[in-house]
Nanobody, 118 residues
Framework: VQLVESGGGLVQPGGSLRLSCVVSGTINSINTMAWYRQASGKERELVARITRAGSAVYGQSARGRFLISRDIDKKMVVLQMSSLEPIDAAVYYC?????????????WGQGTQVTVSS
C-alpha cells in the first residue's frame, strides 16, 4: 500500500492550497481518510478526517477554512485550504485506515510541506 501526497508549497497569507493524497496497492476497502499536520517543534495534530460515509470532522484550527473531501473510486482524499495563515505552516500528512487482504491497518503518506509566508 502506498500513499502519495501532492499539492504542498509556498503560499502568501490569505491564499489557498489544495492537497491531494492517492492510495494505491492491494486495497479491499477504505475506511477513514484524514489529514494531519506537524509544525516544527510541535506534535502532530488532526486537521480533518472523513469517514467512508462522507462524514467529516475538523480540528479546531481548520474549521471554517478547510474542506476535506474524498473520491472513493479514485481512492483519493483532498484537503482544500483557504485563508491560510503563517500558523498553518507545517508538514501535512495523509492518513488512511483501510483493509488490505484480511488485514486492517492505518497508513501514512510521506508528508508534503506547506509554507505560508509573504
Amino acid at each position: 500500500v502506498q500513499l502519495v501526497e501532492s499539492g504542498g508549497g509556498l503560499v502568501q497569507p490569505g491564499g489557498s492550497l489544495r492537497l491531494s493524497c492517492v492510495v494505491s496497492g492491494t486495497i479491499n476497502s477504505i475506511n477513514t481518510m484524514a489529514w494531519y499536520r506537524q509544525a516544527s517543534g510541535k506534535e502532530r495534530e488532526l486537521v480533518a478526517r472523513i469517514t467512508r460515509a462522507g462524514s467529516a470532522v475538523y480540528g479546531q484550527s481548520a474549521r471554517g477554512r478547510f474542506l476535506i473531501s474524498r473520491d472513493i473510486d479514485k481512492k483519493m482524499v483532498v484537503l482544500q485550504m483557504s485563508s491560510l495563515e503563517p500558523i498553518d505552516a507545517a508538514v501535512y500528512y495523509c492518513n488512511v485506515d483501510l483493509w488490505s487482504g484480511s488485514y486492517r491497518s492505518a497508513y501514512w503518506g510521506q508528508g508534503t510541506q506547506v509554507t505560508v509566508s509573504s
